[in-house]
């Protein structure tokens, strides 16, 4: 979903209540008071369930906690129907959950992956959109193949089909990727924005593997927390490409900035081959 600027501290407080779930989460509640202990204790397991997974593939984020605002929704099509990045002195989430969603719904869900894959990088400009969104689809599915929550198959279909999907956009909403990430929330992009990003990270992998690179991305990212992210100044014109130097740095190699000069351009749609999907997917498996 999407990542948007906006201070934790602008929250009117008065309609939440928080809940302290462990020393890394911290849940606020819509409508001022938290709701049944079994609603509570659902949702924490979840959360602690989810950032534990993320965490492995990741490694801790580096802010001392995680601000989680929680929406309960008592009728929705699917067990998570929202989520966003709030980005502020401690960056955060927010969710809208099916309130009667089992645990097991919860977990089966791929949005409280991508919205806390989202912590791992600074906020980009909204032409720069397709990086940060791709980023958080490409590393969702990572996580929840880790996780063994989908298979080395599943991991394959599923960026193949959304791949298939962005492909398809790229006929609908045609330009300058940089320019249609820029309005991708009027035009209704995201296929083509989501999905051009994660074919950059797929890409990206690659070329990593090709110059003979140590690391892989999930790699990369867990040194750039310790290294590098809070020196990225967010919401500016150079947030991305610093972020991307920044890995270039730490993978001693030129790919990540050619690369980006390339896609910010393009108005095609990138061509994965399968057999490049397979392989990150062999890579991942646990």
Not at 110 to 129: I, K, N, Q, R, V
Not at 149 to 177: H, N, P
Not at 242 to 250: E, G, R, S
Not at 266 to 275: A, M
């Amino acid at each position: 979903m999407g990542q948007l600027c906006r201070c934790i501290i602008g929250i009117c407080l008065s309609s939440f209540s928080f809940t302290t779930i462990s020393a890394d989460i911290e849940v606020m509640w819509q409508n001022g008071r938290p709701p049944e202990r079994h609603t509570v204790e659902k949702v924490s397991n979840w959360l602690e369930y989810g950032l534990a997974q993320v965490t492995s593939t990741l490694t801790d984020l580096q802010q001392p906690s995680i601000p989680v605002s929680i929406h309960l929704n008592e009728y929705a099509n699917e067990p998570v129907p929202w989520g966003e990045v709030v980005r502020g002195d401690l960056d955060g989430i927010t969710l809208h959950i099916h309130k009667h969603a089992s645990l097991a719904q919860l977990k089966a869900d791929w949005t409280l992956y991508h919205e806390l894959a989202h912590l791992y990088h600074p906020l980009f400009d909204y032409g720069d959109s397709w990086l940060g969104e791709g980023l958080a689809t490409y590393l969702q599915n990572v996580v929840m193949l880790q996780a063994g929550m989908i298979s080395k198959d599943d991991f394959t279909q599923r960026i193949r089909a959304g791949l298939t999907r962005g492909e398809a956009a790229t006929e609908t909403f045609k330009g300058k990727l940089s320019t249609v990430s820029e309005n991708m929330w009027q035009l209704g992009a995201y296929q083509r924005v989501y999905w051009s990003g994660t074919a950059f990270f797929i890409e990206s992998e690659a070329q990593l593997k090709a110059v003979g690179s140590k690391y892989n991305l999930t790699a990369l990212l867990a040194r750039y927390q310790t290294c590098c992210k809070k020196s990225t100044m967010p919401n500016t014109n150079h947030a991305a490409v610093k972020f991307l130097a920044a890995l270039d740095n730490l993978a001693k190699a030129d790919v990540f900035i050619p690369l980006y000069l390339t896609y910010r351009v393009r108005g095609d749609f990138p061509n994965i081959s399968q057999r490049q999907i397979r392989y990150l997917s062999n890579q991942y498996a646990r």
